[in-house]
């Protein structure tokens, strides 16, 4: 690009960034950023943002937020924003560590959750009774206490499982997204949408009460 033309910012804004409380938002941590050589330094470090107290855990950053800080650093700049024109910034708490009776207690809600399910949900369709004549037809003969076929059976519901979230522990069958996965996605999906559209409404609401009458 020659020195005599006005230089060009790309910018494409990510959906959602996570940033640690206390630190402030600079347009590197929102944006990719494709420009001259020479401002992509200045254009990673300008400071957006302080998230405050009573900004929540979520702060909506907008593209026309952004523009006039850029064109405050770069007199005459041309901005070409790409994909989407806002960014959900998550503050986040600095990690703790992980506490392990915590984890066997919400390990042993879901396991026993999980059985109590699993067994009412047999006790209504009557499966015993439906094991003890399935084992009848095969072999002719009625047996009330089929256990070889319940092991198999018990067996095979968590061999289905884990072939159908297609996950064992970390280890993961194939690149494909799991169906818990897809359905987290979808929900971080909506409540980013459902955020988006309130931050907007309150800014909106805002810049009305500014307005003289």
Avoid: C
Avoid at 54 to 69: R, T, V
Avoid at 101 to 109: G, I, K, N
């Amino acid at each position: 690009m020659s020195s005599n033309s006005a230089p060009t910012v790309y910018l494409q804004l990510r959906s959602r960034v996570p940033i640690t409380q206390g630190r402030v938002v600079t347009l590197g941590h929102v944006a990719r950023i494709l420009s001259d050589p020479e401002w992509e330094a200045p254009l990673r470090n300008l400071e957006l943002v302080e998230p405050q107290k009573w900004d929540g855990n979520l702060l909506l950053i907008d593209l026309m937020q952004i523009i006039p800080k850029v064109q405050e650093l770069i007199p005459g700049v041309k901005i070409e924003p790409i994909g989407q024109n806002h960014v959900l910034v998550e503050v986040v708490q600095n990690p703790r560590k992980p506490s392990l009776a915590l984890f066997l207690l919400v390990w042993l809600l879901l396991f026993f959750g999980s059985a109590l399910t699993i067994m009412n949900f047999h006790a209504d369709v009557n499966m015993q009774e439906v094991q003890i004549r399935t084992v009848e037809m095969l072999t002719g003969k009625r047996d009330e206490h089929p256990y070889l076929f319940q092991a198999a059976y018990s067996f095979g519901i968590g061999f289905g499982m884990v072939i159908f979230f297609n996950h064992l522990f970390k280890k993961k069958w194939n690149e494909e997204p799991t169906p818990l996965e897809v359905e987290m996605f979808l929900y971080q999906e909506n409540i980013d949408q459902f955020v988006v559209a309130q931050e907007y409404k309150r800014m909106k609401s805002s810049q009305n009460k500014g307005e003289p009458h």
